[in-house]
């Protein structure tokens, strides 16, 4: 009987319902804020967000982005500072994907899709330029044809900036402290902290203050 057993286990496997997804034909539904494959966003005239600053670059933990910042042409400026993003390059044979560049971006330039299936067959096309991480004239990321886009994953493209932008301090979560989007517009603030929780905190942090 023992070996009986073994088939009752797959019989009744075999009335409940797969687990399973037709990958690559159908994804699993990904959270707002996952991170997948960065782009380069445009304000809602359609200027470049990046103003070459370098600050993604210099707090990368695996070094596998390059910038190259230069001064906006007088008669034809690309972004609305001094400077703008000349060279962007991201290494996707180095990235982490812990997006510390979009949380230290100023000026929400850099953010990310929820793309994370992509291949490639050679090393060139792993590092991807300023042309092909910038959005297109409708704000949505450039597909490229080692990428497999089955749907709106560029829809919620900041979703982790706007997560972050209260800096953990859950007083500040509902308001907009960020610009719009070309194609999207200014988007709504993401929830998730307890400002009640916090509030409770800087209660105990005063009476701390005064008992000392």
Request: aromatic letters at 10%.
């Amino acid at each position: 009987m023992g070996w009986l057993s073994g088939f009752a286990v797959t019989l009744r496997q075999i009335r409940r319902g797969k687990v399973t997804e037709r990958f690559p034909f159908e994804k699993r539904p990904k959270p707002a804020r996952f991170h997948g494959r960065h782009v380069l966003n445009r304000y809602e005239d359609g200027m470049e967000k990046c103003i070459g600053c370098e600050l993604c670059a210099g707090v990368c933990p695996a070094q596998c982005i390059y910038v190259r910042g230069a001064d906006n042409p007088p008669d034809a400026p690309v972004s609305p500072g001094e400077r703008y993003g000349f060279v962007y390059e991201i290494n996707y044979l180095r990235c982490i994907h812990c997006d510390l560049c979009v949380e230290a971006c100023p000026t929400e330039a850099i953010t990310e899709t929820k793309l994370f299936e992509f291949s490639f067959s050679n090393r060139e096309d792993a590092i991807y330029t300023k042309e092909e991480l910038l959005v297109d004239d409708d704000g949505r990321a450039r597909r490229q044809p080692w990428e497999l886009w089955l749907g709106g994953e560029d829809d919620d493209t900041s979703a982790w900036m706007r997560a972050t932008a209260p800096s953990g301090q859950a007083v500040y979560e509902g308001r907009v402290g960020w610009s719009g989007e070309l194609g999207f517009g200014v988007r709504a603030p993401e929830i998730g902290q307890s400002v009640e929780e916090a509030k409770d905190e800087e209660a105990k942090d005063e009476r701390g203050g005064q008992g000392s």
